[in-house]
């Protein structure tokens, strides 16, 4: 067999930021979880962990190189993101996250100045929020009541944007706003906002939102009154603002999720370290069947989940035409099962999931901290909306056929081209191959024998005649099932549809590590793990892993605890 090329190695810098962070769980570590937990009780940001990524040039990463920064390939961003997360994800969101949101609305539709001026602020270490919400109207962007009307000499900003991150420490705001009084998707816009050319006395500041989780990100509110703007302060041409957020999201959606996995993995190990320690009926909890059951099962699904948002992130780059429908399926798919994991790992802690004392006193603010990757930025639900009405264009155009997505797709840390905003394209059209990758993919399987590779074919089988299934009923559906208030079972559509997805990710990430020197990915126990996983019918628990499969992810995971090994698809060295 043909040895594939291994997996790039990652970029130096992301060795270098872990080293400037340290060992998270060494009490005696200035930039661990302790003084982050320290930080929170206090309800503010860590500031010894803003100075740390302010000195190592965090904001370089959100800008692309074509412009003075280090932002060349998303996977690389999600990596040197999830050592934030790690530690502190009130950092992740708080320091850079909200400004790379801002960034890409900038990199997708901005002007040449307009790139330039976000680009030198970022570089330099300040921020950049984005206005896209307010409370009255939720994820409905076209209800939005922020007005940004043509007035002699340009525009005239009028209304309020509430729970917006960074507010009033951003130089400048991405603002979305109505620039047209008629209906329709052509009568919003978005701009940006330099706060420092504001008139005095037209925009005035609401108080901070004090929130459960992630309680020292700056969540504020901003309102505008009369407030002159020039007219070239729109980005793209007026009335695009919704077609903006629609290609942007697709990074954003994909990227922001898939950085939350840091945090888990810090849970995970939290759990590990617990369970290893703590003495139950003469022994120790990890020596409990059912113990290591559930926590390899969690390892599991935080193997599926990096998987899936891998192949996403990497979508973008190979095929981006297609990721519209990649990043409402990441959203759906990995936010769940990151909450899930979280909830599995706090009934094995039992009472120690919430004492904010102690070894384990991290633990509770990850839980808590978890929660805005399924509604932060955008819902859960939202997506699901935005997914359903293109199922039957997808069943007919794409899922009866045999068309795999690019090798290259399903080869995480390999080499990339270059990433072009530009080209994202706001519909598929109906054009989707990762899921008939699974139908190709089991033509070309490898011959293998084992009970795991043996579980890893039947489930494959499964899932590619469930997308047969599923074309026939979404073909079937009527225009009415395809709106908001859809049926449930119509909208369970969906979740199989993303189950799919998933399970061609695995299966295909498996089958082209064969022959590589990655012996883990090339060994069928934690394909065949994810799609047994995935195989539960909705609305039932998912099983736990059955011995054959539980026994060789307990001791991978064991064994890169051990080793300072990142818990995610690659297991990169970590600081520790």
């Known amino acids: 067999m043909t040895t594939a090329p291994t997996a790039a190695a990652p970029p130096a810098r992301l060795h270098t930021l872990e080293s400037a962070l340290g060992d ?316 899930d994991v979280m909830n599995q790992l706090s009934a094995v802690m039992g009472a120690h999931f919430y004492i904010r004392e102690g070894a384990s006193a991290a633990f509770q603010k990850l839980l808590r901290d978890i929660q805005p990757a399924g509604f932060g930025h955008a819902a859960r639900a939202a997506c699901q909306v935005s997914l359903l009405p293109q199922l039957p264009l997808l069943a007919r155009r794409s899922w009866t056929g045999e068309t795999g997505a690019p090798a290259e797709l399903f080869r995480p840390g390999s080499g990339l081209p270059p990433f072009d905003f530009r080209r994202l394209a706001i519909s598929a059209a109906g054009r989707e191959n990762l899921s008939t990758s699974l139908t190709a993919g089991l033509a070309a399987m490898p011959d293998g024998s084992g009970p795991a590779y043996t579980a890893l074919r039947a489930h494959g089988e499964h899932f590619a005649r469930e997308l047969l299934t599923l074309a026939e009923e979404c073909t079937a559906l009527s225009p009415a099932e395809l709106s908001v208030g859809a049926s449930s079972p119509t909208y369970d559509l969906t979740t199989r549809y993303v189950k799919v997805l998933v399970a061609a990710a695995c299966f295909e990430t498996w089958r082209h590590a064969r022959g590589t020197d990655d012996t883990f990915l090339a060994d069928p126990a934690w394909a065949a793990a994810a799609l047994h996983r995935l195989r539960a019918p909705l609305g039932t628990p998912a099983p736990l892993l059955p011995d054959h499969l539980q026994q060789p992810l307990w001791e991978e995971l064991l064994d890169r605890c051990a080793r300072s090994q990142g818990l995610g698809l690659l297991p990169r060295p970590l600081a520790g």
């Open 24 to 339: 998270p769980f060494a009490d005696d570590n200035p930039l661990g979880l302790r003084a982050a937990l320290e930080a929170d009780e206090r309800g503010e940001m860590f500031e010894a962990g803003e100075t740390a990524l302010h000195a190592y040039g965090l904001g370089a990463e959100f800008v692309p190189t074509a412009l003075g920064g280090r932002l060349d390939r998303l996977d690389h961003l999600v990596e040197i993101m999830r050592s934030v997360y790690r530690r502190d994800p009130c950092l992740g969101l708080g320091y850079g996250a909200s400004s790379f949101i801002a960034g890409v609305n900038l990199w997708t539709a901005g002007n040449d100045e307009q790139c330039r001026r976000a680009a030198e602020l970022l570089c330099s270490g300040r921020r950049v929020a984005v206005a896209y919400h307010e409370l009255a109207h939720g994820n409905d962007m076209s209800g939005t009541e922020f007005t940004a009307l043509s007035a002699p000499g340009g525009l005239l900003l009028n209304g309020r944007k509430e729970v917006i991150t960074n507010v009033q420490r951003a130089e400048a705001v991405v603002v979305f706003a109505r620039t047209a009084e008629r209906p329709g998707s052509r009568s919003h816009s978005q701009l940006l906002v330099d706060k420092a050319q504001v008139p005095a006395g037209h925009m005035t500041y609401l108080p901070r939102f004090r929130t459960s989780g992630m309680r020292g990100v700056q969540l504020g509110g901003i309102e505008f009154r009369d407030c002159p703007l020039p007219a070239d302060a729109v980005l793209g041409r007026p009335g695009q603002g919704l077609e903006t957020a629609l290609r942007s999201f697709q990074v954003t959606r994909t990227t922001l999720v898939s950085m939350f996995t840091g945090l888990v993995d810090t849970a995970l190990r939290i759990t590990v370290d617990h369970v290893k320690g703590r003495r139950l009926y003469g022994r120790t909890a990890a020596d409990l069947g059912h113990v290591r059951a559930v926590l390899a099962t969690a390892f599991s699904d935080l193997l599926t989940a990096d998987c899936f948002a891998t192949v996403a992130t990497r979508a973008l780059h190979l095929v981006p035409e297609q990721t519209s429908i990649h990043a409402q399926a990441v959203k759906l798919f990995v936010s769940k099962t990151l909450m």
